[in-house]
């Protein structure tokens, strides 16, 4: 009877390995401070997934399984995570994670395998248009406003920088003072997947905004962009991100329009490509303003822009009503 019982009770969890915080360690080691969040969150969901006390000892249940049990747990999360209704990129986001430690785990020994469980099908940038310069302009005009200057202000400078740096939401929150030089006519951005600043270079309109933002806010060390949240109790504060998309979404709101920062980043690449095409510039050159690693991507956003299947759909359209015609 014992050895039934035995055979049925659920087996107790592995140990959690020596040195298996020193591994979560150097994981996060070296990482910004973006991309570190979104992987303890993404670790953090793969905790609760397989009910472990802590992160150390999620890695360490699929550590101590093996390749085959391992990749069997990450597939069945991977469904867990899509039959949760998440997006196909925060899904691929997640499993990005786990295989990027279990490399990391590989190559210092700890295991003799890595993950093959592949991303899930997704399809990027599918609306690249964003809101176009007509909708840019309405939302700017938002903040020409004489109530609430210093808000106005704040909100015209990070509009200029999504729209006229093509910059992400997460780039200008993370922006400092530091950051700023309007002496040489530059900004020092952390891009995305990257760790270190990359300089960009100011055009006149989006110098002059953030002269008369820092004009208001002071030169003083810290955050660029600061939150005016009464509920701070005087105390100022990073914007976030999230912040960044409310004051845009708002903003539109104000203008008539639905349009969200990243919007704003694809009006921008678009145009950029429309102004590479006209001046006779190949789409790499493109790059240096998107900041993209594949010049494919910027292909998607110059064939959106061109829309050769509308042209297309319209002589097929056109073909079938010359016939009724006939008729």
Not at 49 to 67: H, K
Not at 98 to 103: F, I, M, Q, S, T
Not at 108 to 126: I, Q, T
Not at 311 to 322: G, T
Request: aromatic share 4%; net charge positive; charged share 25%.
């Amino acid at each position: 009877m014992s050895n039934v019982l035995a055979i049925l009770e659920p087996a107790p969890p592995p140990a959690v390995r020596p040195g298996m915080l020193d591994l979560l360690q150097t994981f996060f080691a070296g990482r910004n401070e973006r991309t570190l969040r979104a992987y303890r969150n993404d670790l953090e969901q793969f905790r609760v997934f397989v009910d472990a006390p802590t992160a150390a000892d999620a890695v360490n249940v699929l550590l101590a399984s093996g390749q085959g049990a391992a990749n069997g747990t990450v597939l069945r999360y991977r469904a867990h995570l899509s039959d949760s209704n998440r997006s196909p990129a925060t899904i691929n986001r997640a499993l990005s994670a786990l295989r990027a430690l279990l490399k990391l785990a590989r190559m210092l020994g700890v295991v003799p395998w890595s993950l093959d469980v592949p991303n899930v099908p997704a399809e990027s940038y599918r609306d690249t248009r964003g809101p176009g310069v007509a909708g840019v302009k309405r939302v700017l005009a938002t903040t020409n406003s004489g109530e609430n200057e210093p808000m106005n202000l704040r909100d015209r400078a990070i509009l200029r920088l999504l729209y006229d740096l093509g910059l992400r939401r997460a780039e200008v929150a993370s922006l400092d003072v530091g950051d700023v030089d309007l002496a040489r006519n530059t900004v020092a951005v952390i891009g995305k997947r990257r760790t270190e600043k990359t300089l960009l270079s100011l055009a006149a309109p989006t110098k002059t905004v953030l002269s008369d933002w820092l004009r208001v806010r002071g030169g003083e060390p810290g955050p660029l962009f600061l939150n005016f949240d009464h509920a701070d109790k005087g105390q100022t504060r990073r914007l976030t991100g999230t912040s960044i998309y409310r004051i845009v979404h708002g903003r539109g709101q104000i203008a008539g329009i639905k349009v969200a920062p990243h919007g704003l980043r694809h009006t921008a690449i678009t145009e950029a490509c429309k102004a590479a095409q006209a001046a006779g510039m190949p789409l790499e050159e493109v790059m240096d303003f998107s900041r993209h690693r594949d010049v494919k991507i910027l292909m998607i956003y110059r064939d959106r822009e061109r829309n050769v299947q509308g042209q297309i759909a319209e002589i097929v359209a056109q073909s079938a009503s010359a016939e009724d015609a006939d008729e």
